[in-house]
């Protein structure tokens, strides 16, 4: 709060139009400004200068800066931010090191594989989709599913070495586990991205992506849990495609 009284009565008109103005204070010259207030242009010069600034420009700079941080709070009181402190404290963990391991795995199978099965209920389902797209830009000839009892076709049934990558948040669901199982009995290799590495569906699996992110449940039975560790894991393991293309 600036103290006004070494401020003149003309000073102090000029130091409320700037702060009850700031658009125009940003916008105008100080000539168009000086016009506005009916004073001159010197006079808004030594305003500024008790206001603790050395000239014009670094008042207007300093004022947009002051417009900006109120626009970003402004921004964040209006939407949730929860999920960007979610999505920041996956995004901080060591994330290399720990899927480690699961990547080794995953480029040994990958490179004698020609074709992938995407599988996935609901949101899960849409991902499995997107899953199927990203490896598919990266060379590997993909499918998706998102019915657990629609048949797969017969090529898929023959095949030698094949892989199902499952997506399901809980890994609990029945369809989905049933799925698993009825693939991994037909021969596929099952690797399986869930929330956590203790699910049904993890440990049927043979390579097991967790992200360990806190659930989130709407309305009993909505499953809000965010999946943006999802993309990340999918992007990962497609990105590790191309190192082997």
Known sequence: MIDLKGFTPTEILIYNYLIAHPDEALNLSIRQLGSAIHVSSASIIRCIKKMGY????????????????????????????????????????????QYSHELVSFKKLISNVDSVLFFGIGTSGILAQYGARQFSNFGINSIYNVDPFYPLPQKKQSDANQIAIILSVSGETPEIVDRALSLKADNFHIISITNNNYSTLAKVSEINFSYNIKPEVIKETLNITTQIPVIFILEALARNIEQNY
């Open 54 to 97: 050395d000239s014009f420009y670094e008042f207007k700079y300093n004022l947009k800066q002051q417009q900006m941080n109120l626009q970003t709070k402004k921004l964040e009181a209006d939407y949730d931010t929860k999920i960007i402190n979610i999505a920041s404290t996956f995004f901080r963990r060591p994330l290399l090191q």
